[in-house]
């Protein structure tokens, strides 16, 4: 297995343009998380999902943005109407349902967003 | 309601000095922390946790981390820094959920000069 992708690597929008980014995890983790980062910060949770339910949304997730996970396998994050302040690095993060709520998650490379 | 400190944003040390990076986390309930380094372009790599078990806690790449409760503290460690350390640390913290959402400091910088 080649680890947590993610798609795209950058993408370049317009104020007020819709984009959707993609996350495949590792093939046989149920969890699945979306975190943000901005310039010289740590990441911030966004959303979990346990195999295709999403369980938590973050109060960082307006009602522009929309994540799913159909059949519980790869995941998108859509941001509708992007703002300038939308710019970040989107990072998604897989792990196992083993019980625990210490288990490693597996970071991907991250998609970074610039809103012009 | 959890919360991650990291004390100083940049650190920077010469090549075979010890490597000292500052994580401080406040928590309603016993936390389980992370150490995680992100280098340029690339996604976070896990260096080391620690979840209850033995308070020295060893990573990757020569890196430890000790968990001192009355301190709260869970500061990262290296004795001989090499100039493939420099990075960015993040530590992180989770707890009180069953899913292990990550709470994160704001990241240190490592500048290792030769």
């Known amino acids: 297995d080649t680890g947590v992708s993610q798609d795209p690597r950058h993408k370049i929008t317009k104020r007020g343009q819709n984009v959707t980014f993609r996350c495949d995890p590792i093939?046989?983790?149920?969890?699945l998380y979306w975190y943000r980062q901005t310039l010289g910060q740590g990441p911030e949770f966004l959303t979990y999902f346990q195999n295709e339910a999403q369980l938590e949304k973050s109060r960082l997730l307006s009602d522009r943005f929309s994540a799913e996970r159909p059949k519980g396998s790869f995941s998108t994050l859509e941001i509708q109407r992007t703002e300038q302040g939308d710019s970040a690095m989107y990072l998604c993060?897989?792990?196992?349902?083993?019980?625990?709520?210490?288990?490693?998650?597996?970071f991907g490379p991250g998609t970074r967003l610039t809103v012009l | 309601a959890q919360s991650v400190t990291q004390l100083g944003s940049h650190v920077s040390v010469s090549e075979g000095a010890l490597v000292l990076l500052r994580c401080n986390y406040s928590?309603?309930?016993?936390?389980?922390l992370f150490w995680y380094v992100q280098y340029p372009n690339q996604g976070l790599q896990l260096l080391l946790k620690y979840t209850s078990a033995a308070t020295l806690v060893k990573g990757i790449n020569g890196f430890e981390a000790e968990f001192k409760k009355s301190e709260t503290s869970f500061h990262l460690t290296k004795p001989s820094a090499h100039m493939s350390d420099a990075a960015e640390y993040f530590c992180?913290?989770?707890?009180?959920?069953?899913?292990?959402?990550?709470?994160f400091g704001q990241g240190t910088i490592l500048t290792v000069h030769p």
């Open positions: 928590s309603s309930v016993p936390p389980y």
């Open positions: 992180a913290a989770t707890g009180g959920t069953s899913y292990g959402k990550l709470t």
């Open positions: 993060a897989s792990s196992p349902l083993d019980g625990s709520s210490y288990n490693e998650q597996f």
């Open positions: 093939s046989e983790h149920n969890r």
